[in-house]
């Protein structure tokens, strides 16, 4: 089949991989070329947690000897996971729950589980980005609004950091600070108490933030929705809509820009951070080696999540991406380039943060321990102080938060596509069909949009927390990490999966990638699971600590993705006992007469021996492969 001919799909999807109609439907589309899907991941997997998460992480736990867990998980655990999902999309040609459902049935929650964390992620994510929306249409004011303490929304405890910043006797080591809080300065207290208290609470860009944007109040209540926010809200959906709506033909287009205009922007804040004085000071925090800490289980503990949360591991996003692939599209080279670019821009992104962190730090005389925040502290509270003591302060901030914009958008229109592809492919007769794509993604932006208006009420902070430590607990990825390695190693079996692989990019992968997934990455996940059971699970939101309701919604939001792996082995079982672990025949084995999994010469488990419908259906698929390269 040519290629031009390969591109006429019904319902217009580009390039059909071999033509033949799967479970009843028409055709998937594929990726007009190999940049699309490569820049499709990039979207997903550079976010904001290579801002506001990877060089808190570095400076909290030993600088640049944080580099030595993370590189060593990512190297056992990250890029093993990495290509294992997306050689499972692109394998199967199916979304993030049928791709499980046709590799081991009785695994098909796993694929389930991993929705509910997308759909977690596409109610609470895009909140961020209609606060970036709400921020980049204030910075366009002059001053910025975040500045001053004459709005109303500022108490009567604001202090203005634009004030100090052009009075050269508050940046002096021996500045009086005490009268922000009504508290003497003595020689019993601390050196940077009142810096400290200074930087936590009271200055005019957290009450901007706490008071203007997310607007919180003693009474926490979910009922009284601020439909200034909504209207960010709204037009954060209908850009990401647009971007999604025709499917990999909208999406593979528009990550040509979301995914290269954040860098360009990146680009420009590096060179402006790092020639601030002061810049350097912030560096050598940042990367200044303290092995001492690598000694502590929390360390290692954190660098195998931030690998888990930065690369969008265990949420069939890169199952669903990698299945609109062509067959013998070289995948494995592929996650190794993304994995290094991600870890690359990790590291970047952290030399910009902590070179104005740096510059900071010098301009108010404090310590760096005082001015690093992390999570959307960093982003909506360090980062404008940081803005608005330079010159021109309108034009960095438009600028920066042009890059929060973008580097959130692309990852939430990319999840926004993944969910509705595991959708799409669940129901492919009723939603192959002409139009049927806009209406399921308007009907997904729509339910998040509704979803989302509590995180935009007085305790919206509260719940957007809830929802991101308790929803995205790592105890759920470790668990998901774990199942899925164990899955393809021992019940698929890990030869066959290796020569799936082989079949499809023409050689066979590192052997050290069959070891990991027998041994290595469940070992390493069953290892973290059991240290972060130890973990007491807290909560603390701007001098807020959430009663026992709250910790009762976050044990919920747990439990129910998990709660999708049981539920799914017992529907298997009471719809077909026998066959719960048998590939469907429909994939294509180049050599099934081999062992699936062998060890040290020695079978473990024999070849699964093909139907004659599944040799037929095989012979009719390799026919009509094209063999050519994306």
Same mark, same amino acid.
């Given at each position: 089949?040519?290629?031009?001919?390969?591109?006429?799909?019904?319902?217009?999807?580009?390039?059909?991989?071999?033509?033949?109609?799967?479970?009843?439907?028409?055709?998937?589309?594929?990726?007009?070329?190999?940049?699309?899907?490569?820049?499709? =991941?990039?979207?997903?997997?550079?976010?904001?947690?290579?801002?506001?998460?990877?060089?808190?992480?570095?400076?909290?736990?030993?600088?640049?000897?944080?580099?030595?867990?993370?590189? /060593?998980?990512?190297?056992?655990?990250?890029?093993?996971?990495?290509?294992?999902?997306?050689?499972?999309?692109?394998?199967?040609?199916?979304?993030?729950?049928?791709?499980?459902?046709?590799?081991?049935?009785?695994?098909?929650?796993?694929?389930?589980?991993?929705?509910?964390?997308?759909?977690?992620?596409?109610?609470?994510?895009?909140?961020?980005?209609?606060?970036?929306?709400?921020?980049?249409?204030?910075?366009?004011?002059?001053?910025?609004?975040? #500045?001053?303490?004459?709005?109303?929304?500022? #108490?009567?405890?604001?202090?203005?950091?634009?004030?100090?910043?052009?009075?050269?006797?508050?940046?002096?080591?021996?500045?009086?600070?005490? &009268?922000?809080?009504?508290?003497?300065?003595?020689?019993?207290?601390?050196?940077?108490?009142?810096?400290?208290?200074?930087?936590?609470?009271?200055?005019?860009?957290?009450?901007? &933030?706490?008071?203007?944007? %997310?607007?919180?109040?003693?009474?926490?209540?979910?009922?009284?929705?601020?439909?200034?926010?909504?209207?960010?809200?709204?037009?954060?959906?209908?850009?990401?809509? +647009?971007?999604?709506?025709?499917?990999?033909?909208?999406?593979?287009?528009?990550?040509? &820009?979301?995914?290269?205009?954040?860098?360009?922007? @990146?680009?420009?804040?590096?060179?402006?951070?790092?020639?601030?004085?002061?810049?350097?000071?912030?560096?050598?925090?940042?990367?200044?080696?303290?092995?001492?800490?690598?000694?502590?289980?929390?360390?290692?503990?954190?660098?195998?999540?931030?690998?888990?949360?930065?690369?969008? @591991?265990?949420?069939? =996003?890169?199952?669903?991406?990698?299945?609109?692939?062509?067959?013998?599209?070289?995948?494995?080279?592929?996650?190794?380039?993304?994995?290094?670019?991600?870890?690359?821009?990790?590291?970047?992104?952290?030399?910009?943060?902590?070179?104005?962190?740096?510059?900071?730090?010098?301009?108010?005389?404090?310590?760096?321990? =005082?001015?690093?925040?992390?999570?959307?502290?960093?982003?909506?509270?360090?980062?404008?102080?940081?803005?608005?003591?330079?010159? %021109?302060?309108?034009?960095?901030?438009?600028?920066?938060?042009?890059?929060?914009?973008?580097?959130?958008?692309?990852?939430? &229109?990319?999840?926004?596509?993944?969910?509705?592809?595991?959708?799409?492919?669940?129901?492919?007769?009723?939603?192959?069909?002409?139009?049927?794509?806009?209406?399921?993604?308007?009907?997904?932006?729509?339910?998040?949009?509704?979803?989302?208006?509590?995180?935009? #009420?007085?305790?919206?902070?509260?719940?957007?927390?809830?929802?991101?430590?308790?929803?995205?607990?790592?105890?759920?990825? +470790?668990?998901?990490?774990?199942?899925?390695?164990?899955? /393809?190693?021992?019940?698929?079996?890990?030869?066959?999966?290796?020569?799936?692989?082989?079949?499809?990019?023409?050689?066979?992968?590192?052997? %050290?990638?069959?070891?990991?997934?027998?041994?290595?990455?469940?070992?390493?996940?069953?290892?973290?699971? @059991?240290?972060?059971?130890?973990?007491?699970?807290?909560?603390?939101?701007?001098?807020?600590?959430?009663?026992?309701?709250?910790?009762?919604?976050?044990?919920?939001?747990?439990?129910?993705?998990?709660?999708?792996?049981?539920?799914?082995?017992?529907?298997? @079982?009471?719809?077909?006992?026998?066959?719960?672990?048998?590939?469907?025949?429909?994939?294509?084995?180049?050599?099934?007469?081999?062992?699936?999994?062998?060890?040290?010469?020695?079978?473990?488990?024999?070849?699964?021996?093909?139907?004659?419908?599944?040799?037929?259906?095989?012979?009719?698929?390799?026919?009509?492969?094209?063999?050519?390269?994306?």
């Amino acid at each position: 089949m040519t290629e031009e001919k390969a591109s006429e799909a019904p319902d217009g999807d580009p390039k059909s991989d071999n033509g033949i109609p799967e479970e009843g439907g028409p055709p998937r589309g594929k990726w007009a070329n190999k940049m699309e899907f490569i820049f499709s =991941v990039s979207g997903e997997i550079i976010g904001l947690a290579n801002i506001w998460l990877f060089p808190y992480l570095c400076f909290k736990n030993g600088g640049g000897a944080f580099f030595i867990p993370y590189f /060593i998980l990512l190297f056992f655990l990250g890029i093993p996971l990495f290509i294992l999902e997306t050689a499972v999309g692109q394998y199967t040609s199916e979304g993030g729950v049928t791709a499980w459902r046709k590799i081991c049935p009785v695994f098909e929650g796993l694929g389930m589980a991993s929705q509910v964390l997308v759909m977690y992620l596409n109610i609470y994510y895009i909140v961020i980005l209609a606060w970036a929306i709400f921020y980049l249409y204030s910075s366009i004011k002059s001053p910025l609004p975040w #500045t001053t303490c004459d709005n109303w929304w500022n #108490t009567e405890h604001c202090f203005s950091t634009y004030t100090a910043s052009y009075d050269p006797h508050f940046t002096q080591p021996d500045a009086d600070w005490s &009268f922000l809080h009504n508290v003497t300065t003595t020689s019993d207290y601390p050196d940077n108490l009142t810096y400290t208290a200074f930087f936590d609470h009271k200055s005019a860009a957290e009450e901007f &933030f706490t008071k203007r944007v %997310v607007r919180m109040s003693a009474d926490m209540s979910l009922s009284n929705v601020h439909w200034d926010m909504a209207l960010c809200l709204l037009i954060a959906w209908i850009m990401c809509y +647009f971007c999604v709506w025709k499917g990999i033909r909208s999406t593979g287009k528009a990550v040509y &820009f979301t995914v290269t205009f954040p860098y360009l922007l @990146l680009v420009i804040l590096f060179f402006r951070g790092v020639t601030l004085p002061g810049a350097w000071e912030g560096l050598k925090y940042f990367l200044m080696p303290d092995v001492a800490m690598l000694i502590q289980p929390k360390v290692w503990c954190d660098a195998a999540s931030q690998v888990l949360y930065s690369h969008a @591991l265990c949420l069939g =996003v890169l199952t669903s991406l990698g299945s609109y692939n062509k067959y013998n599209n070289d995948c494995y080279r592929d996650c190794l380039a993304l994995c290094v670019l991600n870890s690359a821009t990790g590291i970047f992104a952290g030399v910009v943060t902590f070179s104005f962190l740096g510059f900071m730090a010098q301009s108010y005389h404090l310590s760096m321990e =005082v001015v690093v925040e992390s999570g959307i502290g960093l982003v909506f509270v360090g980062f404008p102080k940081i803005l608005s003591t330079m010159p %021109v302060s309108s034009f960095w901030a438009v600028v920066f938060f042009l890059m929060i914009l973008f580097l959130g958008l692309d990852s939430q &229109f990319v999840c926004v596509e993944s969910l509705a592809t595991s959708i799409t492919d669940m129901f492919p007769r009723h939603l192959r069909r002409p139009h049927a794509r806009e209406l399921l993604v308007l009907v997904i932006a729509v339910v998040c949009f509704l979803l989302a208006l509590p995180l935009l #009420t007085d305790g919206g902070m509260v719940l957007f927390q809830v929802i991101d430590v308790c929803g995205f607990s790592r105890i759920t990825f +470790f668990i998901i990490a774990f199942l899925e390695t164990t899955v /393809i190693a021992w019940l698929y079996g890990a030869d066959r999966f290796c020569d799936n692989i082989e079949d499809m990019i023409g050689y066979r992968p590192f052997p %050290v990638l069959k070891y990991c997934w027998l041994f290595v990455t469940p070992l390493i996940c069953g290892l973290m699971m @059991l240290y972060s059971l130890t973990e007491r699970m807290h909560l603390y939101v701007y001098g807020y600590e959430p009663g026992e309701s709250w910790l009762i919604l976050g044990r919920l939001l747990m439990i129910t993705p998990l709660m999708c792996i049981p539920l799914y082995i017992v529907i298997t @079982l009471c719809r077909n006992g026998n066959n719960i672990t048998t590939p469907s025949s429909a994939l294509r084995q180049a050599q099934p007469h081999k062992p699936i999994l062998k060890l040290c010469e020695c079978v473990i488990f024999k070849a699964q021996r093909p139907s004659s419908r599944s040799v037929d259906n095989r012979n009719e698929k390799m026919m009509m492969e094209e063999h050519g390269g994306v």
